[in-house]
Antibody, heavy 116, light 107 residues
Framework: QIQLVQSGPELKKPGESLKISCKASGYTFTDYAMQWVKQAPGKGLQYMGWINTQTGKPTYADDFKERFVFSLETSASTAYLQINNLKNEDTATYFC?????????WGQGVMVTVSS | DIQMTQSPASLSASLGETVTIECRASEDIYNGLAWYQQKPGKSPQLLIYNANSLHTGVPSRFSGSGSGTQYSLKINSLQSEDVASYFCQQYYDYPWTFGGGTKLELK
């Protein structure tokens, strides 16, 4: 079955960096783009952008053009989200999600807490 | 960016009742709309795509309709397992955007 398994929760200080992983299984990794979505505590869903799993080209939504980096390890069917220079407002759950035309499967989410 | 306005923000209904959630786009999205269900502490699950197509395995009591800028999700005969938050999302144009969500509770 199709699964997106993400790495575990993170507790970081402002200014630090982190890298979240998202390992896909149950389908051909390069057949679908990987999308990223942020959900702040008690809030709605915010679209961050996507990465083309065939070319590795990332596309970022406006709010995520600085400090956020999407990358791939295609041989391992894994996508990554790196966040640099963490800020308190980055505290949220981050989801990877499979999507070509639309999102049809989601990872379980990674809770990131940024606190001094 | 296309703005998605979802209503109501919260909803309380009884078991067996029919509920409707609305989503309005700031411009025509040509049925490029999905509905997701999210239970507390879980990731969203796709219910409806292309405004009115039921995703695999989703109970038939869920249905979607609409066109242009106005869309709705209907849940017939509300079940206890339907208690969740519901989000609409347009994928007609980048960046994809979500509605603010509707929290559905039992009365």
């Amino acid at each position: 079955q199709i699964q997106l398994v993400q790495s575990g929760p993170e507790l970081k200080k402002p200014g630090e960096s982190l890298k979240i992983s998202c390992k896909a299984s149950g389908y051909t990794f390069t057949d679908y783009a990987m999308q990223w979505v942020k959900q702040a505590p008690g809030k709605g869903l915010q679209y961050m952008g996507w990465i083309n799993t065939q070319t590795g080209k990332p596309t970022y939504a406006d709010d995520f053009k600085e400090r956020f980096v999407f990358s791939l390890e295609t041989s391992a069917s894994t996508a990554y989200l790196q966040i640099n220079n963490l800020k308190n407002e980055d505290t949220a759950t981050y989801f990877c999600a499979r999507g070509r035309v639309l999102i049809d499967y989601w990872g379980q989410g990674v809770m990131v807490t940024v606190s001094s | 960016d296309i703005q998605m306005t979802q209503s109501p923000a919260s909803l309380s209904a009884s078991l067996g009742e029919t509920v409707t959630i609305e989503c309005r786009a700031s411009e025509d999205i040509y049925n490029g709309l999905a509905w997701y269900q999210q239970k507390p502490g879980k990731s969203p699950q796709l219910l409806i795509y292309n405004a009115n197509s039921l995703h695999t395995g989703v109970p038939s009591r869920f249905s979607g309709s609409g066109s242009g800028t106005q869309y709705s999700l209907k849940i017939n005969s509300l079940q206890s397992e339907d208690v969740a938050s519901y989000f609409c999302q347009q994928y007609y144009d980048y960046p994809w955007t979500f509605g603010g969500g509707t929290k559905l509770e039992l009365k």
